[in-house]
């Protein structure tokens, strides 16, 4: 029976019992890319596992020095196992497969292991965080944005406060620094438009040549757990237009079939994204920020308004 999520972020109640026996938690936030990646991969593999989240958004939780010490990248998900740490979520997914009962994830034959890691390593290398800020538009990318200057002053009063973590909080900030660098750089951000179309024209390259159900033959892998929220994400972000009208037949189809699979609404798999979401997401100086220019701005134009006796 799949482990399932009784809500977004609570403890799963019945289940929770069960995970603490296994001692299995997992700190992620649920619109992470990563963390429904591994949350797909431990319901599809019938895992009790209790979480917690980390938000990383308006809070900026995962810059704070507690869970630096957990995941010194500052990233989530992180899998906590009988006290073994796990901060990637590849390897989260392995792992996964390989200690916990149920059915098997990963195929026996080498080859087939090889091609299922190679698509893996494909999504992995992916710079997705980017391609979701670069397509935000308007106003709401405008904010998602101008989030990211605020990040880098969040990470640099952590860093004054815990000196024993200097060094990951600066790799965060260089991080962060580059990240916002490649979003003002409209040539770089085109670039990874035009590969994630080459990515997903090989998706659909090799379900054509497969004729099979699943990324890696005919049962479920750890590449579909993989692939499956990242095109919940592009659908977040485009639409189904890069695989609408004919285009991309096998790509339609498949994500048609994994979306179709209980997995995907109790692992929370999220394919859209609102704008209210966006605006939630970003730290508070940000909305106050904007709220006081909006309403300066506001101030100005009646003041105007007054002053040639319209109001």
């Known amino acids: 029976m799949p482990a399932r999520l009784s809500s977004e972020g609570d403890s799963l109640g019945s289940v929770a019992q069960d995970a603490d026996d296994l001692g299995v938690k997992l700190y992620h936030y649920p619109l992470s890319l990563c963390s429904q990646q591994v949350r797909l991969a431990l319901v599809e593999k019938g895992v009790p596992f209790t979480t917690q989240i980390v938000d990383i958004g308006r809070a900026c939780e995962n810059y704070q020095p507690w869970y630096m010490r957990l995941n010194t990248r500052g990233v989530v998900p ?52 980017v391609l979701t800020y670069g397509a935000l538009g308007g106003f709401i990318g405008f904010l998602a944005r101008l989030g990211l200057r605020a990040r880098v002053r969040v990470l640099k009063v952590y860093r004054r406060r815990a000196p024993d973590l200097e060094h990951a909080y600066t790799q965060k900030i260089i991080d962060v620094r580059s990240w916002r660098r490649t979003l003002r750089n409209p040539h770089a951000l085109e670039a990874i438009r035009r590969d ?116």
């Open 78 to 129: 992180t899998l906590v196992h009988d006290g073994e740490v796990m901060t990637c979520s590849a390897r989260i997914v392995g792992y996964i497969d390989e200690h916990f009962p149920g059915p098997p994830l990963q195929p026996d034959d080498p080859d087939a292991r090889a091609v299922m890691e190679d698509w893996i390593a494909r999504q992995d290398a992916f710079p997705i965080q």
């Open 196 to 311: 994630l179309e080459v990515q997903l024209g090989a998706l659909d390259d090799r379900l054509t040549s497969q004729q099979t159900p699943y990324l890696v033959g005919d049962e479920y892998t750890l590449a579909d757990a993989i692939w499956t929220p990242m095109l919940a994400r592009v659908h977040a972000l485009y639409g189904d237009r890069l695989w609408a009208a004919g285009r991309l037949p096998q790509v339609a189809a498949y994500y048609a079939r994994m979306r179709a699979r209980p997995s995907f609404r109790l692992a929370h798999v999220h394919d859209t994204l609102r704008p209210t979401t966006i605006v939630g997401h970003l730290p508070p100086t940000i909305l106050l920020r904007v709220t006081l220019l909006l309403l300066a701005i506001a101030g100005v134009v009646l003041l105007l308004l007054w002053l040639v006796g319209l109001v």
